[in-house]
């Protein structure tokens, strides 16, 4: 008895759509945001993040119109990232029904931004997501934070990130390895783990899942809060009931 | 003429993510009128309260004062049904320590406090706990009570808060939950329900929570 394992679908939205990349280039379209939604909350979704995968101002309205939607039938926590750079932005997707917003790019331009989200709406709402790759791959392996989908690198240490994110307020961390991103080859264990170890915040896995003994290993060994995943939901493989099935069959607490 | 209509009203003072909770209401009960309002007298006319809330005690307190709702608030909580959800559950409370201390409404004793990080450890595990308390988790109801009908023993809700309440008087208590330590996730007495995890988020056991709040008498 007690705190469950979270499953948590996520959603690229580009003008409404769900879109899923191989490292963000391949882009395959899995149809319409809101229709997507409703079917992970039909099969027991914990959570649903929607990420804006253009940041550009006219997908924004998009998305303000889909969350819009999904507050209207979907009573699981909203979570939408992407573009959010102002505490105006912030505002707009709480005021739509968002329950959190997931900040990447502004935290690095300015740390400071997501102690004043936390300060104005509470640290619940504040996720710092973290695009890592790895730098160093001998024995002691060290993990980058990057930008930009990946291309640019930031020359920051991925754990102390987490670490100083988790000081600046924010409420949960969103890990994603972007070595993994799209392969099907499973959680960077070894990043997860590390973070989560490393920080008292939750702490959500990314990037990698190809199937169900993923989800259970990023719990498992990778010591993750939460599990998220995109394409194995989004083509109809695996329903996100099978998914908490099989972590149960593994003795993780699942909200079945 | 028509039946009465049965109004609802939410507080609306600024904080949290009230929409939900408005939503939620309005697709349990199609026939209500869902008022979000920081009008005293709003509150005052409604049939039934929701006191919802996010952030920090101390913010939603001072909140409640510079709107003037503190007396309709108290008002309201004398006779009509009165749901509060997260920071309106610790809000009822004597005191919080969050903030340096802050007073809450002192409607129910107790107090509330920050999850004992040296206790914050998984029983079987070991494991740290991570504060938020964040997630899906058992309401293990120890009252029965009218807001209970038809949901299961030991479902699981949506929680997400740092500080818990722990309710002085054990007649009070409607729920506990267990995350390190074991803290009060329901109390009320009378007209007045509280609950620490979010009904409008918990998807089927939260909604028919508030389905049974709509069509509560405020009667046990």
Same mark, same amino acid.
């Given at each position: ?8 679908? %996520? ?19 899995? /149809?319409?945001? &809101? ?20 940041? $550009? ?40 029904? @968002? ?25 619940? %709402? ?44 924010? /409420? ?23 973070? %989560?170890? @490393? ?6 896995? $990314?990037?990698?899942? &190809? ?46 | 003429? $028509? ?25 349990? @009960? ?55 959800? %997260? ?35 998984? @029983? ?84 028919r929570l508030l389905e049974n709040f709509m069509s509560w008498d405020g009667t046990t």
């Amino acid at each position: 008895m007690g705190l469950s394992k979270r499953i948590i679908p %996520c959603l690229d939205v580009d003008h409404g759509r769900v879109v899923k990349g191989v490292r963000f280039v391949d882009i395959r379209d899995a /149809g319409d945001a &809101g229709e997507i939604a409703r079917r992970y909350d039909e099969q027991g979704a914990d959570e649903i993040t929607f990420l804006d995968i253009t940041a $550009s101002s006219d997908n924004r309205q998009t998305m303000v119109h889909v969350v819009e939607a999904m507050a209207e039938q979907v009573f699981i926590p909203l979570t939408v990232g992407g573009g959010i750079r102002r505490i105006e932005d912030i505002r707009r997707m709480l005021v739509a029904g @968002a329950d959190k917003v997931a900040i990447n790019t502004a935290a690095l331009a300015n740390p400071e931004f997501v102690r004043d989200a936390a300060s104005h709406f509470g640290a619940q %709402c504040i996720v710092v997501a973290i695009d890592a790759k790895q730098v160093k791959r001998d024995e002691s392996p060290r993990w980058e934070v990057f930008t930009h989908g990946g291309r640019r690198a930031t020359g920051i240490d991925a754990v102390s990130w987490a670490v100083k994110m988790m000081e600046y307020g924010a /409420g949960e961390i969103l890990l994603t390895s972007m070595d993994r991103d799209g392969t099907r080859d499973g959680f960077d264990l070894e990043l997860t783990r590390s973070v %989560c170890d @490393a920080v008292t915040i939750p702490v959500i896995a $990314s990037g990698g899942v &190809g199937n169900l003994d993923h989800l259970v290993d990023g719990v498992l060994l990778g010591h993750a809060d939460a599990v998220l995943a995109a394409s194995i939901f989004h083509f109809g493989e695996y329903t996100v009931g099978d998914a908490k099935r099989r972590m149960a069959e593994r003795g993780i607490e699942v909200r079945l | 003429m $028509s039946v009465a209509m049965n109004t609802v009203a939410v507080i609306d003072y600024g904080m949290g993510n009230l929409r939900s909770v408005c939503k939620a209401l309005e697709h349990v @009960a199609p026939a209500a009128r869902v008022l979000l309002t920081a009008d005293p007298d709003a509150l005052v006319r409604a049939d039934r309260v929701v006191f919802p809330g996010q952030g920090a005690i101390g913010g939603c307190i001072a909140e409640l004062d510079r709107l003037s709702l503190r007396a309709a608030v108290l008002q309201v909580m004398d006779t009509k049904p009165f749901l509060g959800i %997260c920071l309106g559950l610790q809000a009822l409370f004597d005191f919080s320590e969050e903030g340096g201390g802050t007073r809450g409404l002192g409607v129910l004793p107790g107090r509330v406090a920050l999850f004992p990080r040296e206790q914050m450890h998984d @029983a079987i595990s070991g494991q740290v706990l991570k504060v938020p308390h964040m997630g899906w988790n058992q309401a293990h109801q120890v009252a029965g009570h009218p807001l209970w009908r038809g949901i299961a023993q030991d479902a699981r809700f949506y929680f997400v808060h740092s500080y818990y309440a722990d309710a002085g008087d054990r007649g009070q208590v409607m729920a506990v939950t267990e995350y390190g330590i074991r803290f009060t996730s329901a109390a009320g007495r009378e007209n007045i329900f509280a609950v620490q995890f979010h009904p409008e988020k918990s998807q089927q056991a939260g909604l028919r929570l508030l389905e049974n709040f709509m069509s509560w008498d405020g009667t046990t």
